[in-house]
């Protein structure tokens, strides 16, 4: 009979190299992700503010620019966090935006 309590076990008080290593190979990512989200912020800003930016090519640019910035608001780091936390964000996503469509809808249907 085994007990849960092998004496083979081993905690380790420090974190592995493995774990560094991934953490520090999430940082470029991380890096693009925040450059994406100020550019393309940027982008939105300045067609906004600036009166003479108003134009249908800017505001094709702008719309490429939304796009873009809801791109690295959600999909970047939810690749991130599978990528390098192993855990799969997708289906938990995917389950809670069925369950908002769903409650959503029950709403309408009452009103």
């Known amino acids: 009979m085994t007990s849960l309590c092998d004496d083979d076990v081993s905690v380790r008080s420090e974190p592995s190299a493995d774990v560094a290593e991934w953490n520090w190979r999430a940082v470029p990512l991380i890096v ?3 450059a994406g989200v100020l ?12 009166r003479r930016l ?3 090519t800017n505001y094709f640019l702008v719309s490429l620019a939304v796009a873009d910035l809801f791109v690295s608001l959600v999909v970047m780091p939810c ?11 997708r289906a938990a996503l995917s389950i809670a935006l069925t369950s908002f469509i769903n409650r959503s809808n029950s709403d309408k249907q009452k009103h």
């Open 79 to 89: 690749f991130i966090v599978q990528e390098f936390m192993g855990t799969r964000i």
């Open 39 to 50: 550019g393309n912020t940027l982008v939105c800003v300045s067609v906004a503010v600036e």
């Open 32 to 34: 693009l992700v925040a």
């Open 54 to 56: 108003h134009s249908v």
